[in-house]
């Protein structure tokens, strides 16, 4: 419970990676805001079941991670319960496919505002009460894709290379503050997002559930496993401990090894 009367945001947790960030650092101790979208009776479970599991307070804000004025809202309402947000966690984000010249312009302009520029605005608006208290912990979700590229992904390429260099630039600016800002780079993640993905391409390319997985989905990552939400969150809680207060200013991959060649 070393996370105790401390308060992290996480955004797009209300389900896989984000949901998990969020109950592993309640699990510290942490108060926890969530946001994201959903069907309001599931995102209540979770909330409430974050209370009831960790006995801590658990908030949920619908703030939309395309619209400035709303996440500075998001910040200062949490700001105003807990007194300042300790760890700020970057994660919400989508994904869309399609070769550059098909690329429907509002796609890449939804990509860009919600898995990059979304976390400008939210550290922009929480740095301040971070200063003030001398401590704070910024973790972003980047992908491998932070470091390579693949076919038909620009936009969402693009802005998980703009995530590690935003990254590094923020941590330069608070490395005297007892603040640490460092980016997490997962491989493919077993999420229901990528479930839900199986059948369709099964059909499209006329394959099994299994030659999806291995052939398509787990091509690149050498151990041929999915990374875990649970492994992607204890990663997240291991920045936030005092052991790691050197880490700052880095992307850490955690992908089976896909970037190691």
């Known amino acids: 419970m070393f996370l105790k009367d401390r308060t992290a945001l996480v955004t797009g947790s209300t389900s896989g990676i984000g949901l998990a960030?969020?109950?592993?650092?309640?699990?510290?101790?942490?108060?926890?805001?969530?946001n994201g979208f959903g069907e309001a009776d599931a995102i209540e479970k979770?909330?409430?079941?974050?209370?009831?599991?960790?006995?801590?307070?658990?908030?949920?804000?619908?703030?939309?991670?395309?619209?400035?004025?709303?996440i500075a809202a998001m910040v200062a309402e949490a700001e105003k319960e807990f007194g300042a947000i300790d760890i700020l966690v970057n994660n919400a984000g989508i994904q869309h496919v399609a070769p550059v010249e098909e690329f429907p312009i509002e796609k890449w302009d939804q990509?860009?505002?919600?898995?990059?520029?979304?976390?400008?605005?939210?550290?922009?608006?929480?740095l301040p009460k971070m200063k003030a208290k001398g401590w704070g912990r910024i973790i972003n979700t980047a992908s491998a894709h932070a470091f390579v590229a693949s076919p038909f992904k620009s936009a969402y390429v693009s802005a998980k290379h703009g995530i590690a260099g935003f990254t590094k630039t923020v941590a330069l600016e608070v490395?005297?503050?007892?603040?640490?800002?460092?980016?997490?780079?997962?491989?493919?993640?077993?999420?229901?997002?990528?479930?839900?993905?199986?059948?369709?391409?099964?059909?499209?390319?006329n394959m099994t559930k299994e030659q999806v997985i291995n052939d398509v989905l787990l091509l690149a990552q050498p151990t041929k496993e999915f990374v875990t939400v649970e492994q992607v969150a204890a990663l997240a809680v291991f920045l936030c401990t005092d052991a790691a207060k050197s880490i700052t200013g880095t992307t850490l991959p955690m992908d089976g090894g896909w970037t190691a060649a």
């Open 111 to 126: 990509i860009i505002a919600i898995n990059l520029s979304s976390a400008f605005h939210t550290t922009r608006a929480a």
């Open 46 to 70: 979770e909330r409430a079941g974050i209370e009831k599991d960790f006995k801590v307070k658990a908030r949920y804000s619908a703030a939309n991670m395309m619209k400035p004025d709303e």
């Open 175 to 205: 490395a005297t503050n007892g603040i640490t800002v460092n980016a997490i780079a997962p491989g493919y993640v077993w999420t229901p997002l990528v479930e839900k993905q199986i059948p369709d391409t099964m059909k499209a390319r």
């Open 21 to 34: 960030y969020a109950r592993a650092l309640a699990a510290e101790g942490a108060n926890v805001v969530i």
